[in-house]
């Protein structure tokens, strides 16, 4: 079975993801499509074992087998925890519903570490084009500070939102230069410090919860082996 056979025949969810999906979409945005694919489970009785990941079939299109999906969602990857939020669903099987209903037991405290990791590795190079050509991408620091939003709200509430909301305003003008790199840095600041905060008082459980995911999977995988032997 070839990669893109994978993605075509088992995929169990799907969604639209980026400014779509974030509320900050233009005319000349892109659709991002983000999904994940069941690999039925013969397949891993193989020495060649199925792909984790799969570029395609569509343009911007990339989507992850179910395991490793569910592996980057406990270690609170930002961008997978997103795409389990995204308010722009295209397809979703009974065990895409499942995943679904699993949100909650994804989140964690974790997710202050894995956010602001992935917010200083993007703010370094959005420093890094200031140094060499006067301006950040603005396109990017627009994303970064959705992201920001984004973290610290989750850990203020407990619930991740990804829509940009009550600040799509000024972050459209982020994208268009009408601010200053001075002003999107403070800002930047300002919420990196209220997500310092917000982490001392967040709902958050300390981990996610581990037990019931793999519940999840190993049900999943028992009733793909019956499904395809």
């Known amino acids: 079975m070839d990669d893109l056979t994978l993605v ?7 969604c639209v993801m980026g400014s779509r999906a974030f509320g900050l979409a233009t ?6 499509l983000r999904g994940v694919y069941l690999a039925p489970t013969p397949l891993f009785w193989r020495f060649e074992k199925p792909p984790t990941h799969v570029e395609g079939p ?11 999906f569910c592996e980057l969602a406990l270690r609170a990857n930002p961008n997978i925890l ?10 979703v099987t009974p065990v895409g519903e499942e995943l679904l209903s699993l949100r909650g037991a994804f989140l964690s405290r974790r997710a202050h570490t894995s956010f602001s990791r992935y917010a200083a590795s993007q703010r370094g190079k959005l420093l890094a084009d200031v140094r060499v050509h006067g301006a950040p991408r603005w396109k990017h620091a627009m994303h ?18 990804i829509d940009a909301g009550p600040h799509r305003d000024r972050l459209l003008a982020v994208r268009r230069g009408e601010l200053t790199w001075e002003e999107v840095d403070a800002w930047m600041a300002r919420l990196q410090e209220e997500c310092e905060a917000a982490l001392a008082t967040t709902p958050l459980p300390e981990a996610p919860d581990l037990a019931r995911v793999a519940d999840f999977l190993l049900r999943t995988r028992r009733a793909s082996a019956a499904v395809h032997l």
Do not use: I, K
């Open 58 to 68: 569509r343009d911007e299109e990339f989507s992850w087998e179910l395991e490793r």
């Open 27 to 32: 005319e000349a945005s892109d659709t991002d």
């Open 82 to 91: 997103e795409c389990l939020h995204s308010p722009l669903v295209e397809e």
């Open 8 to 14: 075509r025949d088992h995929t169990v969810y799907r």
């Open 144 to 161: 970064l500070l959705r992201l920001l939003l984004s973290c610290r709200d989750l850990l203020r509430t407990g619930r991740l939102t």
